[in-house]
């Protein structure tokens, strides 16, 4: 996962805490994305950013929010946390080749 | 809807013999087509992207697109116990610039017995 790092690793929450989740890349990429993976669902996007100053909704955006603070960093936020919300979540960055697709290691979450 | 399609697998095969993993999508406007691994516990890596129809080689690896049937497919020769993963096969739909909105397929596991 060179280039994408999360923070942090893991996570527990009690229904309705808040947190953000930090995603930090050192590629001069655009394109960054968070996606959730739950078994059985598959990886489903959430938000996407095109570009520092940009966000934009996914697939299954409710119940977060993002920021893309610069080009670097793009973190996301769950401000009442369900327990539908315990899943893995991934951060992911492209560049302009389509090789260039890279995911940091994961958040794991779960909400109690 | 927009769908990509696996089989979930389990997909067994020997040590040193050729594992085949299909995908097929349903969007015929989709441009760009991938193959990521997955070894449990973390994140996907890309492995393969193909664009035209026909194969393209990389290594062990072979995609092949035929956009007329709507189906990619992930050949990998001379298995390893190491290729043992879920591989997930994603579509892309859109691209503008390098932004990219994957649709994603459930994956299937390959296991590699020695």
């Known amino acids: 996962n060179a280039g994408v790092t999360q923070t942090p690793k893991f996570q527990v929450l009690k229904t309705g805490q808040s947190m953000t989740l930090q995603c930090a890349q050192d590629m001069n990429h655009n394109s960054m994305y968070w996606y959730r993976q739950d078994p059985g669902m598959g990886l489903r996007l959430i938000y996407y950013s095109a570009s520092e100053g940009t966000t934009d909704k996914g697939e299954v955006p409710n119940g977060y929010n993002v920021s893309r603070l610069n080009k670097r960093e793009f973190s996301l936020r769950l401000e009442s946390a369900a327990p539908s919300q315990t899943s893995v979540y991934f951060c992911?960055?492209?560049?302009?080749?389509?090789?260039?697709?890279?995911f940091g290691p994961g958040t794991r979450l779960t909400v109690t | 809807q927009k769908e990509v399609e696996q089989n979930s697998g389990p997909l067994s095969v020997p040590e040193g013999a050729i594992a085949s993993l299909n995908c097929t999508y349903s969007d015929r406007g989709s441009q760009s087509f991938f193959w990521y691994r997955q070894y449990s516990g973390k994140s996907p890596e890309l492995i393969m992207f193909i664009y035209s129809n026909g194969d393209k080689e990389d290594g062990r690896f072979t995609a092949q697109l035929n956009k007329a049937s709507q189906y990619v497919s992930l050949l990998i020769r001379d298995s390893q116990p190491s290729d043992s993963a879920t591989y997930l096969c994603?579509?892309?739909?859109?691209?503008?610039?390098?932004?990219?909105?994957?649709?994603w397929g459930l994956g299937t596991s390959l296991a590699v017995n020695p």
């Open positions: 992911a960055i492209t560049g302009t080749a389509l090789s260039e697709q890279y």
């Open positions: 994603a579509v892309n739909t859109y691209n503008a610039g390098n932004n990219r909105k994957l649709i």
